[in-house]
């Protein structure tokens, strides 16, 4: 079944002496869990030990009380896993481990390396072959591995030497919260795909996060987005900020209209009051007359709140949607395969017989889904169906660390807009438009990754490195761009 698009992980990271950091970046991950549902994992250090604990599962599957009580110290970094490099197995979930320098250290990573095979061939490594190198942040971990003892110093300094000699070598979107005995690192790419976060907790202390909204659930305030090209250091002497490469910002467009929690702020915005623009947007671009809006529960809501706001066309739910379907749920057989949708999402025909709906979602990647879900609210009663997408044509892949192109096809690529609309048998479609999208941001001049919607790919692709989605979708280096 086609339920859309596959997060890519969080990560979190606390300095906060006389406090509980385990449990502090427990609650933190849990607050990332959307991000990534294949592993979590949790480094500690009291000033003598680092401590790792990670495994497949959800964050509560993970840790325990028990294993809790175990992770002692002042400071911890944590991980939620979504593959979007190497394999959903234990050895790639993080954070990652070496023990170089004095205790050694951990490092966790949100996004995707688009010249990871270059990387691997420097340090003699095959991508994917060696256990211990499958993914991206494993050859990363590497490479400051080997940074020592070369930037020994004695001065407490040798992790972020290195990670200042390795950075400039890293192409691609890369947040990420590392540590050693002593000390928390914050890291973003040039380019800052992926968003980052500092807050400052109630009680004294620092903490790093993917969103905001991990921020608030730990009692931290926001004290400032982690500027692309930019390394925040943590320590006893108070936090320091480094500029490592010049910042070109290209924040991944879909962190508003998709990934990130509606609770969380991007470029100082609401996510959920910009995708309730996004659908006032929408209504302003695509009207149509109709009885009600309905969206596709949740992602779809506030957007379809705008719409209906906009448009003055009665707002109510026409699909219940089961939450407890995850990434685990176990594929109908081939018998059971008509079930298909209705698993997940099933339509409430009190509301929606008799009706001219308007259906609004934040995106459409195999179609598969919409298909089926228009046919069942047809089959609920529906006199027609128009669909509504608070976001362009998702049409080129992701290299930056969101999961299609490895996983399905993208209707958009081949077909027009009114292809689509008869594939999934809609009365109507349409898509928001770029232009009104970057507007309902509510910071349109902030900078955006917009490649998936435009094909213009802010870091160039080496389609030696990505040989399945970009084989698999007949695109050449040439129509990437690069
Ligand atoms: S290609 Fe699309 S999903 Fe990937 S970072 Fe850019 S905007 Fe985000």
Known sequence: MDFGIGE??????????????????????????????????IAVSDGKELTVVKDMGLVPQVFDERTLAALDGHLSIGHVRYSTTGSSE???????????????????????????????????????IEAECS????????????????????????????????????????????????????????????????????GGGWVLASETAALDIVGAHHVEDVAPGTMI?????????????????????????????????????NVHAARQRMGE??????????????????????????????????????LVKNRYVGRTFIQPTQQLRGMGVRLKLNPLSENVRGKRVVVVDDSIVRGTTTRQLVAMLRAAGALEVHLRISSPPYRWPCFYGMDTGRKGELVAADLTVSEIGKFVGADSIAYLDLDRLIRATGAPDAGFCTACLSGEYPVPI?????????????????????
């Open 135 to 202: 993914s991206d942040s494993d050859i990363v971990a590497e490479m400051l591995l080997r940074q020592f003892p070369s930037t020994a110093r004695g001065d407490g300094r040798d992790l972020e030497r290195a990670l200042l000699n390795v950075l400039p070598e890293l192409r691609g979107a890369f947040s990420l919260t590392v540590m050693d005995d002593a000390h928390l690192y914050g890291v973003r790419d040039r380019n800052g795909f992926r968003p980052l976060v500092l807050g400052r907790l109630e």
């Open 90 to 128: 234990w050895f790639n979930a993080q954070p990652a481990f070496r023990s170089g320098g004095d205790t050694g250290f951990a490092f966790a990573h949100n996004g995707n390396l688009t010249n990871t095979a270059d990387l691997a061939a420097g340090l003699g490594m095959l991508p994917g």
């Open 281 to 318: 947007e929408l209504a302003r671009q695509a009207p149509v007359e109709a009885d009600m809006v309905m969206p596709v529960p949740e992602s779809g809501v506030p957007a379809a709140q705008g719409f209906a706001k906009e448009s003055d066309i009665p707002y109510g739910d026409g």
């Open 8 to 41: 890519e992980c969080g990560v979190f990271g606390v300095y906060a002496p006389g406090q509980d950091t385990a449990r502090l970046t427990y609650y933190g991950l849990y607050a990332l869990q959307h991000r990534g549902q294949e592993s979590a994992g």
């Open 233 to 269: 250091c943590i320590d006893a002497t108070g936090v320091r900020r480094i500029r490592w490469a010049d910042a070109d910002p290209k924040l991944c467009i879909f962190e508003y209209v998709y990934f990130a929690r509606p609770d969380s702020e991007l470029y100082g915005q």
């Open 462 to 482: 080496d389609p030696a490195d990505f040989p399945t989605p970009v084989e698999k979708r007949g695109v050449t280096a040439l129509s990437l761009g690069v």
